[in-house]
């Protein structure tokens, strides 16, 4: 399984950046997919999380109420609403394809991950 996340770049803070994650393999559908970020000298992070029906979500506190998970499974893509970006937002944030099929947020449970798209919040 390939994962190809894009959306990132430079913006201010206040706003807004929609990350998207592509999958390779036809059976994305099946699995429940997650975003992780990782900032310079940090550990890697849950984000967010989306079952594979797309049904349930989970969510950081740290972006409750500013970020929202969803997805298309006839694209075979997932994505990343960030609304309210603050600089603290900055990091990569990486795509993920869990090993089962409900909501799992820790980096273990996943099997798959993406490149990593770069986010970078100005004050």
């Known amino acids: 399984v390939q994962l190809q996340a894009s959306g990132g770049g430079l913006v201010q803070a206040g706003d807004s950046l929609r990350l998207s994650c592509t999958a390779s393999?036809?059976?994305?559908?099946?699995?429940?997919m997650g975003w992780f970020r990782q900032a310079p000298g940090k550990e890697r992070e849950f984000v967010a999380a989306i079952s594979r029906s797309g049904g349930s979500t989970s969510y950081a506190d740290s972006v409750k109420g500013r970020f929202t998970i969803f997805r298309d499974n006839a694209k075979n893509t997932v994505y990343l609403q960030m609304n309210s970006l603050k600089p603290e937002d900055t990091a990569v944030y990486y795509c993920?394809?869990?090993?089962?099929?409900?909501?799992?947020?820790?980096?273990?449970?996943?099997?798959?991950w993406g490149q990593g798209t770069q986010v970078t919040v100005s004050s």
């Open positions: 393999a036809h059976t994305f559908g099946s699995y429940a």
């Open positions: 993920a394809q869990a090993r089962g099929s409900y909501i799992y947020i820790q980096v273990g449970d996943y099997g798959y």
